[in-house]
C-alpha cells in the first residue's frame, strides 16, 4: 500500500513501525456543538482506512481524542449557565448519535482531554527540563525556535511562519511564535493543580500526551484535516520530538476541505452544515457516501444535487443486492460458469488495486459498480448456478463492507400477507385479469413495496 505523506509530499510505501500492530492517531472533536459535514469527512475517511487495513490482515490499534476542556466549552458552559463537564457529555453523546449514524467504528481508544492531565504535566515538565518550555506568572510557552525542524510538516519556512505571528493581550511569550503549553486558571474556569500552578493545558499538547501514552512515542499514521497541518499538527511534532527524542509519527494523512455550492464552509459566512440536519432530510448513509465518493486529499463540494446523485447512487447499489438475493433464491443446479466466477473476483483486484494507491476510494467505488453490471448483465437476466450467486453476493458485501456502506438493508423476508398478496397478483396475471393485478401492485407501491416483473420471477425492493 502506498500513502501520500504530507510530510515529504510525496507518495511512499507503507511500511509499518511494528508489523504485529499498526498504530492510527486521529485528531477527535472540540466537543462543544453538533459536528458539521466537515468534522464528518475525516471520520468517514480514517473509519475507511482503518476498515481497509483489518481487511487487509493487519491488526490496527486506532485512537481519536476527545478535547472536553477548551475556550469553546468554557464559553458554552457560561452561556447555558451549565457546567464544562455537563457540555462535554451532552456533546460526546450527540457526537454517539451522529457518528454511529455514519457507521463510524467505535476507535480502540476513546480518551479525553481531562483524563490525561497527569500525562500532559509530565511531557511539559520533561521540555522545561530540556529548555524547549518556560513558564511565565502561571502560563507555559514551548520555545518554537529552539526546535530547528519547525515548519517542517506545512513546508514554511520560519520567516514566512514569523511574519505572520502576533503576541494577543495578556500574552508573556518570549517569541510570537512560541505556543501555550499550560494556560493559567482565569477566574471562574475549571482548573487542575500543577508545578506552575492552578490552570488547564493548551490545546496541541493533549495529542501528544494521548499519543504517547496509548501508542507510544513513533506512531505509524496520524491523521486530520488538512486545515490540522498548521499550527495543530506542527505544534504536536515539535513538542512530541523535543520531549521524545524520536520521530512522532512516521506518515502524516490529511484530508481535503469541504466546499457549499463552491464556496468554502464557514460559520461565518453562514453555510454552515451539521451531519445532523443533513441525516434529518436525507439519512446518514448519503453523508458517508458523498465524502467516501471522491479521493481524500481532494477538495469535495456539498450541494443538494450532489447528495440527490449519492443517493440515487446507493439505491443502484440497494436495488442490484436485493435482485441479487432473488436470484440466489432461484438459482438452478447446474454447472458453474468457471469464467464468470474469474470475472467476478477480478473485481476484488480492481478494488485492492485502487485502495493500495493512497486509499482511492473514488476508484473504489468504481469497481464496486463494474462489480452491478458484472451482475445486471450476466447473472441476472440467465439462469446461473447457486455458486455464481453466492460468489457474487459475497463479493459484494465485502467491498461494501469496507467502504462501511450499504449498512440499512432490510431482510428480504416478507411476511405472509404480502407474500400471499404477490401470489395473488401472478395468479390474477396468469388469467389475464390486469385490473386485480394492477390493484394488487398499487397497494403494495402504498406499503413502500415496489415490485418489479423479469423473466425469472417477481422481484421487490422496500423504497427508502
Known sequence: MRIYNTMSRQKEEFIPVDKDEIKIYACGPTVYNFIHIGNARPLCVFDVLRRYMEYRGMNVKFVQNFTDVDDKIIKRANEEGITFEEVSKKY?????????????????????????????????????????????????????????????????????LQSGARIAVGEKKEDPLDFALWKAAKEGEPYWESPWGKGRPGWHIECSAMNRRYLGKTIDIHCGGKDLVFPHHENEIAQSECANGCTFSKYWMHNGYINVDNVKMSKSLGNFKTVREIADAYGYEVIRYFL?????????????????????????????????????????????????????????EQFITAMDDDLNTADGISAVFELVKDINTKILDKPVSKNVCETAAKLFDELCDVLGILYNRQSNDL??????????????????DWATADKIRDDLKARGIILKDTPQGVTWTKES
Open 415 to 432: 411476511d405472509a400477507e404480502i407474500e400471499e398478496l404477490i401470489a395473488q397478483r401472478q395468479e390474477a396475471r396468469a388469467n389475464k
Open 292 to 348: 467516501i465518493s471522491s479521493h481524500y486529499r481532494s477538495p469535495i463540494n456539498y450541494n443538494l444535487d450532489i447528495i440527490e446523485q449519492c443517493k440515487s447512487a446507493l439505491d443502484r447499489l440497494y436495488t442490484c443486492r436485493e435482485s441479487l438475493d432473488f436470484a440466489l433464491k432461484k438459482a438452478e443446479d447446474i454447472e458453474d460458469d468457471t469464467e464468470l466466477i474469474n470475472q467476478l473476483n477480478s473485481r476484488r
Open 92 to 160: 460526546i453523546e450527540e457526537f454517539w448519535t451522529d457518528a454511529h449514524g455514519l457507521n463510524v467504528k467505535e476507535a480502540t481508544v476513546h480518551p479525553k482531554a481531562t483524563e490525561n492531565i497527569d500525562e500532559i504535566i509530565d511531557i511539559i515538565k520533561s521540555l522545561e527540563e530540556k529548555g524547549y518550555a518556560y513558564a511565565v506568572d502561571g502560563d507555559v510557552y514551548f520555545r518554537t525556535l529552539k526546535f530547528k525542524e519547525y515548519g517542517k510538516l506545512s513546508h514554511q519556512p520560519i520567516e514566512d
